[in-house]
């Protein structure tokens, strides 16, 4: 099957890739919307266009197709020899008959789940590596620039980020961990829900460190500190963030066990939300997924 049967984009950086994009939730469009596409947590959709506003046109078989915002996920690079196993929905084949044996789809949405991780991996080790050379063929001066561009940039988006963290542990992890009742208890004999508060504590407690190390930089920097003091009064900070994304790795893999334990309690989160909501502009789902989406802010501004 061609690839322009599937993806029209001309955005793809690696050739014979198409860019699929994992949903880390569900969407269902409202009735007003005549262009979203709805998918459930979980789909594979297929990148077309990008707009820089964060829409992004996709689609999730051959005939449905439509916008989606990139908050709901992330992107990898598929090779298209891999294409029949990781999106079947766009293959005319046996094996994407609705009458296929379980132990076979099982079978292949485990192959199906390595072939993701491993596409993916192998997408970020080239990004890392076309980030290193475009940042070593640099001059001095531009090098100077582009570092503190991207320190002011982390800065900023640490600040906002933090913010909600901030928002969402007083409103709804505090409370809960601190009170003695039968909703604590039900939530916290869970596993994956504690050890998700527990990480999410440490998280924010770990981004007020890094972010005070990148504002005092903004301040230095404001002064004329001499740059090599700069630089050496930074590394802690830089250090501080390797420890800080394993948190974000223990966070990332205990996600989706604890998604489904909050979806299990539906009823008692909803009467005790109800009774203490949570505050706006975002829900209980956005605010979980706060570090994913920081994820991705690392990832844009460290692979420049």
Not at 9 to 36: A, D, G, K, M, R
Not at 180 to 206: G, N, V, Y
Not at 272 to 281: H, S
Request: with cysteine; proline share 5%.
């Amino acid at each position: 099957m061609p690839n322009s049967y599937i993806t029209e984009s001309s955005l793809n950086t690696y050739p014979n890739h198409v860019e699929i994009f994992v949903t880390f939730q569900s969407y269902t469009p409202p009735s007003s919307s005549t262009n979203e596409l709805a998918f459930s947590k979980g789909d594979l959709l297929v990148v077309i266009k990008k707009d820089s506003s964060g829409w992004i046109l996709g689609k999730s078989s051959p005939t449905s197709v439509g916008y989606f915002s990139k908050n709901f996920g992330r992107s990898y690079y598929c090779n298209e020899t891999d294409l029949t196993t990781v999106i079947p929905q766009f293959f005319n084949s046996p094996n994407n008959s609705p009458n296929r044996p379980q132990r076979q789809t099982q079978t292949l949405n485990k192959q199906k789940s390595m072939l993701t991780q491993k596409t993916f991996a192998e997408a970020e080790a080239h990004d890392r590596k076309l980030a290193k050379d475009r940042f070593s063929s640099l001059d001095d001066k531009s090098r100077n620039d582009r570092f503190t561009n991207c320190v002011f940039d982390l800065a900023r988006s640490e600040n906002a980020y933090l913010s909600n963290l901030i928002i969402f542990s007083n409103a709804f992890i505090n409370p809960i961990m601190k009170q003695d009742s039968d909703f604590k208890r039900q939530m916290l004999e869970d596993p994956a829900i504690a050890t998700l508060m527990e990480l999410f504590i440490c998280i924010q407690k770990q981004n007020s460190s890094i972010l005070s190390g990148l504002n005092q930089f903004k301040v230095d920097f404001g002064e004329h500190v001499d740059r090599s003091i700069l630089l050496n009064n930074l590394q802690s900070t830089f250090t501080d963030y390797s420890q800080h994304l394993l948190f974000y790795a223990q966070y990332m893999a205990t996600f989706s066990e604890a998604v489904s334990s909050f979806d299990k309690r539906a009823r008692k989160l909803a009467a005790y939300l109800k009774k203490f909501p949570i505050p706006e502009p975002l829900n209980l789902e956005q605010y979980l997924t706060l570090p994913q989406a920081q994820l991705e802010v690392y990832e844009e501004i460290f692979m420049r």
